[in-house]
């Protein structure tokens, strides 16, 4: 089945907040019109309260407007017929009181001695008339001011209720954004817990965690801003358009063109920006994976002074980061914004043209008033293209940072299933196991041995002899690839691996301490493993002789990693954390390889006691740590070469013999 595009996920995983992005829209849509009103209320302002005062009026008894004893009201205010019309005649910034109609367009050629010369359409009229002072025509403007009041207290009116729907749109937005990367963020942290152990083998854990933070926070970037801007712009240039169309439907079908440049262009920036980008977030993977690497060798790096050679290292995928980021900017810088530019520009001057070339024909003279509000519309049209253009570069570094989420999201997790099961007995049996890592490349090789409930086992044998890859396969980290692991006698793969572990415990050579408190290690924040269990543990172990030193004892802080702690001390804590898990298997994968004598002793102590109705499994390089046990398998290149307990092994001389003497003589130079 093909796979969605990563557009498509993303707009998917929006539409899991549909209804709050919805409201949202819909807060915009009102915000848009309300605030496009403005133009037309402006226009409305000028041509007929500002310019329009500037018109023609007839004499009436009882006109709006008292002057020299007259009355007069304006023609397109009264449905009156007279005989005496009169014209308020504006030259540049001079009025005259015409007493004849005249074209409002003429133009004024000569004012002397009461008689007004005028030019229009190649005529000269002849008027009689003089010129007003302020005074005078204060009387013509002051009927007019009401009406500006209200439609100024309108507007303004309208922009506050514009700034609540506004302030909706912003909220509700944002709101949902936030959630959609929340949720995102929790499927793939959740969906990495589901991944096989593999996946952590073959991926640096910085690659893993910049995908888990840089990119999910590139993708917040698409949703809190992009998704605002691109929806805000998109809705904004239809109210624009559909403003324009009311206004002068020529103009708005040639400002139509705009939409196709546009969308061509960022069909270009996708071919363009988005190939420097998936370059740029896979180059900062790199970088984080090169970083997380340094940090946790630096204790080897400065002993065997290799810094220069990491910095090197380093700076390679700094260069190459800074490179392709140059060449993004540079085609950020060349194209985007000069686009934005050039297209404005020219959109004033085709009005420029489209107007000029009417009024030269005759057949189009523009109202001061409607050549502002289009001015003011194609001013503001400019604005949304401006800002979609300007997230042209987030857009794609999303989008490239959603093929990297989605590529991990798109990886096979394990099924997941805690349905309780009946505690084991403790047998563990594997019939002719062989297992490969990487194809063909055999570590065990028809492996078949048999352990009892209660039995402790042990396995030693050179490294790479495939003593590890037993424990990983019996735990479910690998299935075997031929053969199979029974646990009392059922196939561990007719369980699901959560189950399969639920009463199994491990302690491994290197222990991890998470950070928290002593008891939260132990404990694992589960709720079955009370205090008083976890304290028992941690006393069963030894550990109670040094944790009960500490300030705040079992509660006492824990850094990353333990680091306050000694290896031995470490290491108690992770034996403890298995034992308080209480399972019927125990599995020990060199637990005691970096312990000192006196906290080995502890350890084997507390295993006396414990192991008894549980089966132990020890992986151990020490000999010495393992002569008790009741089984012990010799392992070479993946196969069991000897089998038998301490005594019988000696006894034969064969290879754990030569192994054991090796130990012993070392133990002896050691002494002496």
């Known amino acids: 089945m093909k796979k969605a595009t990563t557009e498509k996920r993303l707009f998917q ?44 009026y007839v004499v009436t008894e009882d006109g709006n407007i008292e002057f020299n004893g007259q009355y007069y009201t304006r023609v397109d205010r009264t449905d009156e017929s007279s005989e005496q019309v009169v014209t308020l005649f504006q030259d540049g910034i001079s009025f005259y009181l015409l007493q004849a109609e005249v074209p409002l367009q003429a133009k004024l050629t000569e004012a002397d001695n009461g008689e007004v010369l005028l030019e229009y359409q190649e005529n000269t009229i002849a008027a009689a008339g003089e010129k007003l002072s302020t005074n005078e025509l204060s009387v013509f403007f002051q009927k007019e001011v009401k009406s500006i009041t209200w439609l100024l207290v309108l507007y303004i009116s309208l922009i506050l209720i514009a700034s609540v729907f506004v302030y909706y749109k912003t909220y509700l937005l944002q709101y949902a954004s936030n959630r959609i990367i929340q949720k995102m963020r929790h499927d793939v942290f959740q969906h990495i817990q589901r991944l096989p152990i593999k996946y952590f083998v073959d991926q640096p854990a910085g690659k893993i965690l910049a995908r888990v933070t840089n990119d999910t926070e590139a993708i917040r970037e698409l949703y809190v801003k992009v998704l605002e801007v691109f929806a805000s712009g998109i809705i904004y240039m239809f109210g624009i358009f559909i403003a324009l169309f009311i206004l002068d439907v020529k103009l708005a079908l040639i400002s139509l063109v705009l939409i196709p440049i546009l969308f061509v262009w960022m069909k270009v920036y996708k071919k363009i920006g988005g190939k420097y980008n998936r370059i740029i977030r896979e180059t900062n993977s790199n970088i984080n994976a090169n970083i997380n690497e340094s940090i946790q060798g630096m204790t080897v790096i400065q002993a065997y002074n290799q810094t220069e050679r990491m910095v090197d290292e380093f700076e390679v995928l700094n260069e190459k980061q800074r490179h392709f980021q140059t060449k993004m900017n540079t085609f950020n810088a060349f194209s985007s914004f000069n686009l934005v530019d050039l297209l404005r520009n020219v959109a004033f001057v085709i009005v420029i043209i489209y107007f000029g070339s009417n009024a030269l024909d005759g057949t189009v003279i523009a109202s001061a008033g409607l050549l ?12 949304p293209v401006n800002q979609i253009v300007s997230q042209l570069e987030q857009l794609e570094l999303a989008r490239a940072s959603g093929q990297r989420v989605f590529h991990l999201l798109d990886e096979k997790a394990e099924e997941m299933d805690d349905s309780p099961i009946n505690r084991y007995k403790g047998k563990v049996s594997f019939e002719k196991v062989s297992f490969a890592y990487n194809k063909e490349d055999y570590v065990l090789k028809q492996l078949s041995f048999e352990i009892q409930p209660g039995e402790t086992a042990a396995f030693v044998g050179h490294t790479g002899s495939g003593k590890s890859t037993i424990m990983n396969l019996l735990f479910r980290f690998y299935d075997p690839t031929k053969g199979r692991i029974l646990i009392d006698d059922t196939d561990t793969r007719t369980y699901a691996k959560q189950q399969v572990r639920k009463h199994i415990g491990i302690v491994l050579q290197d222990p991890f301490i998470f950070t928290g408190t002593i008891l939260s290690n132990i404990t694992m924040n589960d709720p079955a493993i009370s205090r008083e269990t976890a304290i028992e543990a941690l006393k069963a172990v030894g550990a109670n002789r040094f944790i009960e030193k500490l300030p705040n004892q079992y509660d006492e802080p824990v850094k990353e990693k333990g680091n306050e702690f000694s290896t031995g001390q470490r290491q108690l804590l992770s034996f403890a954390r298995a034992l308080a898990f209480d399972p019927a298997i125990l599995i020990l994968d060199e637990a005691t390889a970096n312990i000192d004598t006196e906290t080995e002793g502890m350890i084997q102590n507390a295993l006396n006691v414990l192991k008894q109705g549980r089966t132990t499994l020890v992986i151990a ?20 070469l000897e089998q038998g307990n301490h005594e019988t092994l000696l006894e034969a001389q064969g290879e754990y013999f030569k192994m054991y003497e090796m130990q012993l003589g070392k133990d002896r130079v050691q002494v002496s």
């Open 13 to 56: 995983y929006a539409m899991k907040y549909k209804k709050t992005i919805i409201v949202g829209l819909v807060c915009l849509m009102f915000a848009v019109a309300l605030e496009l009103s403005g133009p037309f209320i402006a226009k409305r302002l000028i041509d007929q309260h500002i310019v329009g005062v500037a018109n023609h």
């Open 372 to 383: 502002y509000a289009l001015v003011d519309l194609l001013t503001r049209l400019f604005e």
């Open 621 to 640: 390089h020490r000999l010495s740590t393992i002569q008790q046990a009741d089984q012990i398998f010799v392992l070479k290149h993946g196969e069991i």
